[in-house]
């Protein structure tokens, strides 16, 4: 029903940049809020960022505050991801979700509500 769509990953030096996309089609009215989980191999998926489009409010795992910022764009149905001092462990391959949130009590935990899950796109930090 809802089609997610990433783009703006890379390879980069620690310390730089990234943008991320993410595209959301389809019956986007079912939703709510979007988000952004990161997943590295070996490891669980972790949730790294994550909004409510209709109030703006942001959340952030607190490994990434003050470097990655959430915000939508384009009517409300594509949100970026901004990567600033982007460091090693940051490099995990990123998904973008949407979902139906009732609550922001948990709502970085990938079973908090979110459905429509994108491909992903890799971010790979170099040292």
């Known amino acids: 029903q809802v089609h997610l769509v990433e783009s703006g990953g890379g390879s980069v030096q620690a310390g730089g940049s990234l943008r991320l996309s993410c595209a959301a089609s389809?019956?986007?009215?079912?939703?709510?809020?979007m988000a952004w989980f990161r997943q590295a191999p070996g490891k669980e998926r972790e949730g790294v960022a994550a909004?409510?489009?209709?109030?703006?409010?942001?959340y952030y795992a607190d490994s990434v505050k003050g470097r990655f910022t959430i915000s939508p764009y384009n009517a409300k149905n594509t949100v970026s991801l901004q990567i600033n001092s982007l460091k090693p462990e940051d490099t995990a391959m990123y998904y973008c979700?949407?979902?139906?949130?009732?609550?922001?009590?948990?709502?970085?935990?990938?079973?908090?509500?979110?459905?429509?899950w994108g491909q992903g796109t890799q971010v790979t930090v170099s040292a």
């Open positions: 389809g019956y986007t009215s079912k939703t709510n809020a």
């Open positions: 909004i409510f489009t209709s109030s703006g409010s942001t």
């Open positions: 979700t949407a979902g139906l949130i009732f609550t922001s009590t948990d709502i970085l935990n990938p079973t908090s509500g979110w459905r429509y």
